[in-house]
Each structure stands twice: as C-alpha cells, then as structure tokens.
C-alpha cells in the first residue's frame, strides 16, 4: 500500500489564484513528520515546509501554509496568490519515527497561467 | 548558493563505462542520502551515511557503489550499468540521521546508452 498519495497528477491555475495540492498519507506511528517539496524543471528539489504530527498548529511559511488533519491522514499544501515562478512539480513526503528515509509521493505538476 | 551542490549536473555513458557522482554539502550536516528518480516513479532512497557511515542500504545493484570519505563529501561509483538506471540522482543531507529536514542538491541526470 502506499504511504503517501497525491491524487492530482497536474493542475492549471491562474497567476494570484490561491491553490491547494492534495496530499494524504497512511501510517501506523503517533509520531512522524510530512513535508513538501518543489522541484523546477532544474531539478533541484527545494524544501517548503515541514508539519510535525505533534504540532497543534498548522504550518505556514511565508505564501506557503500546511492544512493539516491529523483524524483524516491529510497534508494539502496551500499556496496563496500564485506566482508563475510557483510552476513546479510538487512533492509530498513523510518521515516515520525512527525512520532514517523520506517516502516521497508521486507528485503533482502545477502549471501557472499568466 | 546552494547549501549541496553535485557534479556533474548531466552525464551520458556507456554501458561499459564507469563513472562517478560527486554530492558536496556547505551546511555542516552529518547525514547524506543518495536517491535515485526515475520518470514516473516516486523518490528512491539508496543509500544513507552517518558520519560517514553507511547505515542503510536499500537493496541497490552492486553496480552502484556508494564512497563517503568526510561529513561533507559524498560520491556514488558507477559501473557496467544499464539503460533502466537512467534517471536523476539526487543527494540530500541533514544534521542528523533522524533530523526533521533533508536539503537536496540539483541532481545529476544520467543518461546510460
């Protein structure tokens, strides 16, 4: 079974459009961590934000903002006022307790339009 | 700048070649990770090295042989692969082995004719 699913494998958005990336998960741990990375076409992946599952708080990072609930195993990545530099593929990823590894999900392309 | 950089960022071999991938990271971490991307496939973790120690090995071919001489450095020793084992490596590190947030380099693609 996977751990991680994101369930929108490309989205289209207009430029200053709020958008939110799906992003559920499946563990047995009361402790882990989930995380969100970009990756241009350069390749690079760029880290964004990271939601403790301990934190009662959602995250939020500048435009960048974690919807976090925990009862429902999901992570939606929020991303207001878009930006067309936001074009990317984007990563879900989650880290158990005790787990050296990230499992990363399989992505979702975000496509912004001007 | 970037935290870890990697070189070389493409590299196109032969078969019969062998290669290498070098991963540097500028942030005084003590975990590195290579993974391996390939088109349409979730992030697969290779290996993991903890002060320099390899401490996971995620059941990768003998044809990849991972090198971690220092903390800062990282290499991954390519030979006799095959044409499946063209993707994007990517190397990543963190401050420790179970610290919440790995840094990735751009990644080198690889393409094995």
Redesign the interface.
């Known amino acids: 079974a996977q751990k991680?699913t994101q369930t929108q494998p490309g989205m289209f958005v207009q430029e200053k459009e709020a958008v939110t990336l799906d992003c559920t998960y499946d563990t047995s741990d009361q402790s882990y961590?989930l995380?969100w990375?970009k990756q241009p076409s350069?390749?690079?992946?760029?880290?964004l934000i990271?939601q403790?599952s301990y934190d009662e708080q959602n995250a939020t990072e500048g435009r960048y903002s974690l919807n976090f609930q925990k009862a429902r195993k999901s992570a939606n990545l929020v991303i207001s006022a878009s930006q067309l530099g936001d074009s990317a593929m984007y990563?879900c990823?989650m880290?158990e307790e005790?787990?050296?590894?990230?499992?990363?999900?399989?992505?979702t392309r975000l496509t912004i339009n001007p | 700048e970037?935290g870890v950089t990697q070189t070389p960022?493409h590299l196109v071999m032969g078969m019969t070649n062998k290669k290498s991938l070098k991963c540097e990271q500028h942030l005084g971490h003590n975990?590195m990770?290579w993974y391996k991307q390939s088109a349409?496939?979730?992030?697969e973790?290779m290996f993991?090295y903890s002060l320099e120690e390899r401490?996971?090995n995620?059941s990768v071919p003998s044809r990849f042989s991972p090198e971690c001489p220092n903390s800062s450095h990282l290499f991954l020793h390519l030979h006799t692969l095959q044409p499946e084992d063209s993707a994007?490596y990517?190397c990543?590190s963190s401050r420790e082995?179970?610290a919440?947030?790995?840094?990735?380099?751009?990644?080198t693609?690889l393409t094995v004719l």
């Open positions: 991680i961590g995380f990375y350069s390749g690079e992946m760029i880290f990271y403790g990563f990823a880290r005790g787990a050296q590894k990230l499992v990363f999900g399989q992505g | 970037t960022r975990a990770y349409k496939k979730p992030l973790l993991v401490v996971e995620n994007l990517l990543a082995i179970l919440d947030t790995q840094y990735f380099g751009p990644g693609r």
